[in-house]
């Protein structure tokens, strides 16, 4: 996690003051910057980060999808074999990045851009992704295009993977929701079915699903006493749903559209209970966005936010406090910042 990197921050406070953050100065607000939504808290002027060795990395793209000789059914047993596989690869390190897309519930196909491994060369990246080619070719699915390529450091693998312009989350025509799914799921068979399900539903419902294979690292060095979501530390995977709508759409249309979405992730929750979503990446009308988007540091972060924040000078939707707010003139399901910030009555 990112948040675990930092050292120290420095920070103007909402009443003005310059102050520093860090374990020994400010530490409540040093642990409400690093994952609490920092930019509600104080503006960050500067802030120190841990550094890290320079290390090789290999990646891996491959993709399989329905055909002639690949029926849904079997193109889904084969996601089955590749879910199967999220804690072992989390385990070892690695990161994934894939996406799902169904014209319908019968075509669909799966993308892995890319398998990203830290310190390991092809050979070690092939051995380690045998077993899944050896459980998809059993299912009679094929890989051809796996492509493994060896960087010599993470500069050079990211602006080459990853180039310019980046992907977005959000536009005026698209928005995303998102669910953190637990290795819990993985340590029940039922659980897991049920995930599955739900992911498969979703697909084939909404067309597209982009997740990531991931989990964050045990680092005894660094400082993991933060306000990063607890979801987060029991997480195997992170995986986005969209809306869309068309250039004429009304403000009656975002909102159905983005009520298809609130509801469609109710199944993603049910399959989850008790974990949380990526605020970053998440649907804006997430129901109970302090679970969700905080977990179990909510009451604190509410109570620091009051603390350096007492006037709500800086809010956003769905930050620590913005409960406390509401905008004029809003339609259900269509949030906007077109209005008047009012405070909710006591």
Same mark, same amino acid.
């Given at each position: 996690?990112?948040? #675990? &990197? ?5 920070v ?10 860090s /374990? ?13 939504g ?6 960050v002027?500067?802030?120190v ?5 320079k290390q090789?990395?290999t990646?891996?793209t ?8 690949i ?9 089955d074999?590749v879910?199967?596989?999220f804690? /072992?690869?989390?385990?070892?390190? &690695?990161?994934?990045?894939w $996406?799902?897309g169904?014209s319908?519930?019968t075509?669909?196909?799966? =993308?892995?851009?890319p ?7 092809k050979?070690?990246?092939q ?16 890989? !051809?295009?796996?492509?493994?390529t060896?960087y010599?450091g @993470? ?12 992907e977005? %989350?959000?536009t ?8 953190l799914f637990?290795? $819990?799921?993985? /340590?029940?068979?039922a659980? @897991? ?7 498969r #539903? ?14 964050a690292?045990?680092n005894?060095t660094?400082?993991? !006493? ?17 809306? =869309?709508?068309?250039?004429?759409a ?12 609130t ?11 008790g ?10 009308n997430?129901?109970?966005? &302090? +679970? =969700?988007?905080?977990?179990s ?6 109570a620091l936010? +009051? &603390? ?5 000078i @800086?809010?956003?939707?769905t930050? %620590?406090? $913005?409960?406390?707010w509401?905008?004029?003139?809003q339609?259900?399901y ?8 009012c405070? %909710?009555?006591?």
């Open positions: 996690m990112g948040a #675990d &990197q930092v050292l120290s921050m420095e103007v406070l909402p009443d003005g003051r310059f102050v520093s953050a /374990e020994d100065s400010n530490p409540d607000l040093f642990w409400a910057l690093r994952g609490g920092g930019g509600t808290f104080g503006v002027t500067s802030l980060i841990r550094a890290y060795p090789p990395v990646t891996l491959y993709s399989f999808g329905t055909n002639g000789n029926s849904s059914d079997t193109f889904w047993a084969g996601m074999a879910w199967a596989t804690p /072992e690869h989390a385990d070892a390190g &690695q990161y994934r990045y $996406s799902i169904c319908d519930a075509t669909c196909g799966f =993308s892995m851009a398998h990203w491994a830290n310190n390991m060369n050979a070690q990246l051995q380690l992704n045998d077993p899944l080619f050896a459980s998809l070719a059993a299912l009679g699915i094929t890989v !051809d295009d796996a492509v493994y060896e010599d @993470l500069l050079n693998a990211f602006n080459l993977t990853f180039p310019a312009p980046t977005v %989350v959000g005026w025509a698209f928005h995303t929701g998102s669910r637990p290795r $819990s799921n993985w /340590e029940d068979p659980a @897991l079915a049920v995930q599955s399900a739900a992911i #539903d979703a697909a084939i419902a909404a067309g597209f699903v982009l997740g990531y294979n991931l989990k690292a045990s005894p660094a400082n993991q !006493d933060n306000a990063v979501n607890p979801a987060w530390r029991e997480t195997l995977a992170h995986i986005m749903v969209g809306a =869309s709508w068309g250039p004429e009304s403000p009656a249309d975002i909102a159905a559209a983005s009520e298809v979405l509801q469609r992730l109710g199944s993603w929750r049910d399959a989850s209970p974990a949380g979503a990526y605020m970053n990446e998440a649907d804006i997430e129901p109970n966005f &302090q +679970q =969700s988007f905080y977990g540091n909510y009451a604190r972060l509410y936010k +009051q &603390q350096y924040d007492p006037h709500g @800086l809010y956003a939707p930050a %620590v406090g $913005s409960e406390d509401y905008i004029t003139g339609i259900d269509y949030p906007t910042q077109n209005g008047r910030l405070r %909710v009555p006591e």
